[in-house]
């Protein structure tokens, strides 16, 4: 396997006809977790969705393992901003999970015993079997993430992308996210998350993008997540306060 | 079954129950989506297209009643009036409520000039036109019948066919363009889907009332359900009944639209099922 999971070469990509994210270059290992870190409108989430495929860039390259976003779509799974999704939907835990066949289930293959299995062992490896019959609007914050969690890991995707995976919700829950991601990781999964919390960086994640608009620094968090870089991506002094811990 | 209330009510019977069950399945996905008010201004904005559709086939010495004609003339009048919608949206600073509500009124008002205009110099027989603003299934034919039946069906069997897809797409886009369906394509079926339902819903509903079709009996259903398949086959059957048993009424009460009397009907439905839902307490 390549040692990259994802390189970018010179991108700049427009969102909404703004530059939101200008000639970058960045590389993010392969079986790692890494953060993309950086204030509001520092194209984080555009980012993501360059990465996703979803939008095109004006410039640069973008290749997933050697091949391009699109190509790779399929071994990419993509967990949503909680706050994008009406958690009011007509569906259960089970029903969630279950939609990420659906891309190889295609519009008529029967969904079998197999099928549910897989589902069903996914829930368990997020601690939420308990759950399958529950319906959506019924669930805690940290719950809802862990649906989406179950609903990457039934896909088997390569990589691994989340916008916000601990937004809103409190620090238990955010603990036992890390842990599905960490042992995702050790299954050899690469996994990209936006990431606000500066003071968790360090403890959650192997690697950091620092973004803002431009690449500030990226690579392990010992080597780049120092606070002159920090400082440098947000333009501003003084942050000890949020990184009590560096 | 002819016997008992006629072979035209017969007719207009089985018409109704395949468009109130394809109704209320699509209805289903359009209520999930947040698409009613556009399905609306999409009805209103049939008008225009059914009087031209008119004029048209009179004017070739076709049958005035040709409704082949009127309801491309509608489909086709429809179609302008989202591409309008999505024009102001995409390059205006107007909103989606707005460019709604401008098409709608805008269209139906036009349509009801036309209309005018044509009662007053009584080209052929422009009594069937008003047939179509609230519903008549008085004047029904067999052959529309088998287009209002058959594309029911196909209708149907699209939902039946893509439903994992418009589950997915509507409760989180991206999961399906990732699947390699692109947003744009499934936006572009269920708004197809949408068009479709509304036309051949003219004549048994009115363009005035088709939205109801498309939402009460699945906002009905969703009270009662916790899952999109469930609910969309419960819309179904909600719409298939309601519709049909409008439909004997209209036949037993001649002026009575059919249209008005299938939406007071899904309405007695959606009460009933917000009182008991409420009751007991299962309004999840």
Same mark, same amino acid.
């Given at each position: ?8 070469? !010179? ?45 095109? +860039?004006? +410039? ?9 976003? $699109?190509? =790779?779509?399929?071994?990419? /799974? ?9 958690? !009011? ?26 099928? $549910? ?19 959506? /609007? ?13 609903? /990457? ?19 238990? /829950? ?14 050899? $999964? ?11 960086? $360090?403890?959650?994640?192997?690697? *950091? ?5 431009? *690449? ?5 968090? +010992? ?10 991506? =947000?333009?501003v002094s003084n942050l000890d306060f949020l990184t009590g811990r560096s | 079954m002819t016997e008992l209330i006629g072979y035209n009510t017969a007719l207009a019977l089985v018409g109704a129950l395949l468009f109130g069950f394809s109704s209320g399945h ?18 209103? &904005? ?54 709604? &509500? ?36 008085? %004047? ?65 509903? %009115?363009?005035?009332?088709?939205? &109801? ?14 899952g999109v398949w469930s609910m969309s086959l419960l819309s179904a059957l909600f719409g298939s009944v309601a519709a049909g048993i409008g439909v004997i009424i209209s036949a037993l009460l001649p002026s009575l639209p059919s249209g008005a009397v299938i ?22």
């Amino acid at each position: 396997m390549s040692a990259d999971a994802i390189s970018a070469t !010179e991108l700049s990509v427009d969102y909404d006809g703004v530059t939101a994210i200008q000639d970058v270059d960045f590389t993010v290992r392969a079986e790692k977790l890494t953060a993309i870190v950086g204030p509001n409108g520092a194209g984080k989430s555009t980012l993501i969705k360059a990465l996703l495929g979803l939008i095109p +860039n004006r +410039n640069g390259t973008i290749s997933c393992f050697g091949t391009s976003p $699109k190509q =790779y779509r399929k071994n990419i /799974s993509y967990v949503p901003q909680r706050a994008q999704i009406d958690w !009011e939907f007509p569906a259960n835990v089970f029903d969630v999970v279950a939609m990420g066949l659906y891309g190889e289930l295609g519009l008529l293959r029967r969904f079998s015993s197999a099928h $549910k299995d897989r589902v069903q062992s996914a829930l368990t490896d997020v601690d939420m079997a308990d759950f399958a019959a529950r319906q959506i /609007s019924q669930l805690s914050g940290g719950q809802q993430q862990r649906v989406f969690l179950a609903r /990457s890991i039934v896909q088997d995707a390569e990589l691994i992308l989340l916008d916000e995976p601990f937004g809103g919700i409190d620090s238990k /829950s955010e603990a036992v996210i890390v842990d599905i991601l960490r042992r995702q990781k050790q299954h050899g $999964k690469s996994i990209v998350a936006v990431h606000h919390d500066l003071s968790t960086v $360090k403890d959650y994640f192997d690697d *950091v993008i620092l973004l803002n608009k431009t *690449v500030t620094a990226f690579g392990p968090i +010992n080597d780049v997540f120092t606070k002159s870089n920090i400082e440098k991506t =947000y333009g501003v002094s003084n942050l000890d306060f949020l990184t009590g811990r560096s | 079954m002819t016997e008992l209330i006629g072979y035209n009510t017969a007719l207009a019977l089985v018409g109704a129950l395949l468009f109130g069950f394809s109704s209320g399945h699509v209805g289903a996905f359009v209520y999930l989506r947040k698409a009613s008010l556009l399905s609306d201004s999409l009805a209103h &904005a049939t008008l225009p297209g059914l009087v031209i559709g008119f004029l048209v086939s009179t004017f070739l010495g076709m049958e005035e009643k040709n409704s082949l004609v009127l309801l491309l003339g509608a489909g086709v009048s429809a179609l302008f009036g989202v591409v309008v919608i999505q024009w102001i949206t995409a390059r205006t600073k107007l909103g989606f409520d707005t460019a709604i &509500a401008a098409v709608l009124s805008v269209f139906f008002g036009f349509g009801i000039v036309l209309l005018t205009g044509v009662q007053s110099v009584s080209v052929g027989q422009q009594a069937g036109l008003e047939d179509y603003i609230l519903g008549s299934v008085s %004047g029904m034919l067999l052959q529309d019948v088998v287009v209002i039946g058959l594309v029911s069906i196909m209708c149907s069997a699209a939902v039946v066919v893509y439903r994992r897809l418009l589950t997915a797409f509507i409760f989180d886009p991206v999961l399906s363009e990732m699947a390699g369906y692109a947003q744009h394509r499934m936006s572009f079926l269920l708004s197809l889907l949408t068009l479709v339902i509304t036309i051949i819903g003219l004549k048994i509903v %009115g363009l005035i009332l088709v939205v &109801a079709m498309l939402t009460i009996p699945a906002a009905t259903a969703r009270l009662w359900t916790t899952g999109v398949w469930s609910m969309s086959l419960l819309s179904a059957l909600f719409g298939s009944v309601a519709a049909g048993i409008g439909v004997i009424i209209s036949a037993l009460l001649p002026s009575l639209p059919s249209g008005a009397v299938i939406v007071v009907l899904m309405f007695i439905a959606l009460g009933l099922s917000i009182v008991v839902t409420h009751l007991r307490g299962s309004n999840v």
